[in-house]
């Protein structure tokens, strides 16, 4: 008996370090798509990259239901969802590189020790963080919403206020992710974690960006 439940819990965490391993890599592919999109489209307008993010979010919701299906034809469309999020931030990017590339760098570099330290609470921490989940996700929306009427309203200093709270958010999101990564069971669910685990790390580099230059943007 004793034997029995040794092995299964062996197996398990060998399942669980599988996952892990795949999902990592399909985020490392996902990054490396996303530099050559992004290298492809520093020339196209501000069209073209709309058109991308657009095209975009239509492939991660396509990923949605192929993942189901088709594991392979998943990480296929997770490979196209990174080329069209590279593009889409092409300008932006390259906005910043031609301005002050040291900025990129350290947006860089914030962003691993970030995603490195709150990944590893999520993956580690035996409390269950949907109810903080869910809190996050309305707060995004609010920050969505807040993003919008910047637009048309004034307000100081709320460049940096906006990545700040937005950087509050994706901590949450993170450890959210990375806890979803340790407990899920089903291999085939390695494309869409990596897929989340690549918008927070996206998300939380542009907010630093917005943190070291300063609120220029």
């Known amino acids: 008996m004793y034997a029995s439940t040794d092995y299964q819990g062996a197996a398990t965490r060998d ?18 798509v996303f530099a050559a999109g ?16 657009i095209g975009a979010f239509v492939v991660l919701m396509i990923m949605n239901f192929a ?3 088709s594991p392979g034809l998943s990480t296929a469309l997770l490979v ?36 490195a330290v709150f990944g590893a609470i999520g993956y580690t921490t035996r409390r269950d963080l949907a109810p903080l989940i869910r809190i996050a996700f309305f707060a995004l929306i609010a920050l969505l919403i807040f993003g919008i009427v910047l637009i048309f309203v004034h307000i100081p200093h ?14 949450a999101l993170t450890m959210g992710d990375f806890q979803r990564l340790r407990r899920s069971k089903n291999m085939n669910s390695a494309p869409l974690i ?24």
């Not at 399942?15 to 490396?32: D, G, K, R, Y």
């Open 15 to 32: 399942q669980t370090a599988a996952l892990f391993a795949q999902t990592m890599a399909l985020v490392a592919l996902t990054a490396a």
């Open 38 to 53: 992004a290298y492809a489209g520093r020339n196209l307008s501000e069209g073209a990259a709309l058109i991308s993010w």
């Open 67 to 69: 993942a189901r299906k």
């Open 80 to 115: 196209v969802f990174g080329i069209l999020m590279g593009v889409a931030s092409a300008p932006t990017l390259y906005w910043y590189g031609s301005t002050d590339p040291q900025i990129l760098w350290q947006a860089g570099g914030a962003t691993a020790l970030f995603i």
């Open 158 to 171: 709320a460049s940096l206020i906006y990545a700040i709270i937005g950087l509050v958010i994706f901590a």
């Open 194 to 217: 990596a897929a989340s685990i690549f918008l927070d790390v996206l998300n939380v580099f542009f907010f630093f960006l917005r943190i070291f230059s300063g609120g220029r943007d």
